[in-house]
């Protein structure tokens, strides 16, 4: 019996298949520049042992609240350019967040005369997209201490620096929270935890390249050019004990941690 020939088509798929082989093998992801990784959920740290958590998912923001400090470990979200274009109006109504027990939460008088603003994590202007998340950022789960010269100074700055690299690159993912000293103060009656400083993570993913870069702000007034509270989220994770993106694959997230490059976290003046 003779053998059937092959169809052209069919030689063209089989070569195809072995060139792809042969990429995959020898160009893993990473040592080309490129990537194809998924983002699903790239915003949301790794599990903490060391402290209580409580992982509360909400329309627009996910938190690890902690019910000793009665604050967030930390909040994570994805912003995007149609999100910054939101309409809905300002809540500002600070109210315990349901999804917390009573005994185990802060409320709005902890922070009457207490000397700090109710300072927001996933600010009420990233949530503009929507009534519920409007809402849901006035939780008090949401709610650091926060001096009023840092809240609406150098810390709002970077929120606006935020949205506005959202516009730019279509989409940041952020994930932000306090660092609390072992020996920390605390305000009001459910003896809610002052913060030292505040921590910002950023993610954006850019023809195909993934970049990151970290931010510290001490919980004080000042003010210097935002170039200069910039580390790399190595740092951050030194300094606060949470592992940041663990859902990167461990090549592209141990190369991306380690580097820091403020002139991709600039916007561009057209």
Request: aromatic share 10%; charged share 25%; with cysteine.
């Amino acid at each position: 019996m003779s053998k059937k020939k092959k169809k052209p088509g069919v030689i063209a798929l089989m070569l195809c298949i072995a060139i792809a082989c042969f990429l995959i093998e020898y160009f893993p992801a990473g040592e080309t520049g490129q990537t194809s990784t998924s983002l699903c959920n790239v915003e949301i740290p790794a599990a903490l042992y060391d402290r209580t958590e409580r992982i509360i998912t909400h329309k627009g923001y996910t938190v690890s609240y902690n019910c000793d400090w009665k604050i967030p470990n930390w909040v994570a979200y994805e912003i995007t350019d149609y999100e910054v274009d939101g309409r809905e109006e300002r809540s500002d109504k600070f109210v315990p967040d349901p999804m917390v027990p009573k005994y185990l939460s802060a409320t709005t008088n902890d922070y009457k005369n207490s000397g700090y603003d109710r300072g927001h994590m996933a600010p009420a202007a990233d949530m503009k997209w929507d009534e519920q998340a409007m809402k849901e950022s006035f939780y008090l789960s949401n709610i650091c201490p926060q001096l009023h010269n840092l809240n609406a100074g150098v810390w709002k700055d970077l929120e606006e620096q935020v949205r506005d690299l959202a516009v730019q690159k279509g989409s940041i993912y952020v994930v932000c929270g306090p660092i609390v000293s072992d020996d920390y103060q605390t305000i009001g009656e459910n003896n809610v935890a002052v913060p030292d400083a505040f921590f910002k993570v950023l993610l954006q993913k850019e023809k195909e390249k993934i970049h990151t870069i970290g931010f510290i702000y001490e919980n004080k007034s000042g003010k210097r050019p935002m170039s200069s509270y910039a580390r790399t989220v190595d740092e951050i994770e030194e300094l606060t004990g949470i592992d940041f993106f663990p859902a990167l694959p461990d090549e592209i997230e141990n190369k991306v941690e380690a580097e820091v490059d403020f002139s991709k976290w600039t916007v561009s003046k057209k």
